[in-house]
Structures are given as C-alpha cells and as structure tokens.
C-alpha cells in the first residue's frame, strides 16, 4: 500500500510563493515517477508537473517558467516550488504515483491566490 500526503497549501496574494510538498510511504519511491496535478472548481484535474526517477520534468504549459518540481528520495518527499502565482492557479492540487499499474493519489492540498 502506497500513502501520498500533500501539505504546503494555503492562501497567498497575487505574485506569492509557496512551496508544496508530497511525503510517500514505503520503499517505491525512488522507483516512480511522480506528479503533482490541480483541479479548480468546475474544472477536469489538470497535470501541473511531473519528475521521473531520473529527474527528468514535465511542465504544463501554464506554469512553465513559475513553477518548479523536484524530488529528494532520501526523505521520499517531491517538492512544488511556485512562484509569481496568478488567481488562476487557485486550485486544490494532488500528488500522484502510479506503482506496479496501481495508481495513487493524496488527499490534495487547497491553494488559494487572492488580495
């Protein structure tokens, strides 16, 4: 059984920073892939970044150059730096894993931007 558990979120004003991170239980994950998606109200749940075992990333198109994923694998937690967030990024954002064809999710984190 594999744990996501998100944390980080919160409310910050237009051009803000905040950092979340994703802790995962057991020994997987230094062997998955893993990504970090957001879902607006009223919205599909979007792919915002994602990080290979080999560090490799992806970005969607609307964050790229503002937001940055990373991973440590000594402490099984991925990171999402954003920076310069905008109103549009309001969303609760999701971890996620895909582990032997089984996927995961946390529980998301509420990222709220606004004056």
């Known amino acids: 059984q594999v744990q996501l558990v998100e944390s980080g979120g919160g409310l910050v004003q237009p051009g803000g920073s905040l950092r979340l991170s994703c802790a995962a239980s057991?020994?997987?994950?230094?062997?998955?892939?893993m990504g970090w998606y957001r879902q607006a109200p009223g919205k599909q749940r979007e792919l915002v970044a994602s990080i290979t075992t080999g560090g490799s990333t992806n970005y969607a198109d609307s964050v790229k150059g503002r937001f940055a994923i990373s991973r440590d694998n000594a402490k099984n937690t991925v990171y999402l730096q954003m920076n310069s967030l905008k109103p549009e990024d309001t969303a609760v954002y999701y971890c996620r894993t895909v582990v032997t064809g089984m996927e995961y999710w946390g529980q998301g984190t509420q990222v709220t931007v606004s004056s």
């Open positions: 057991g020994s997987i994950f230094s062997r998955s892939g």
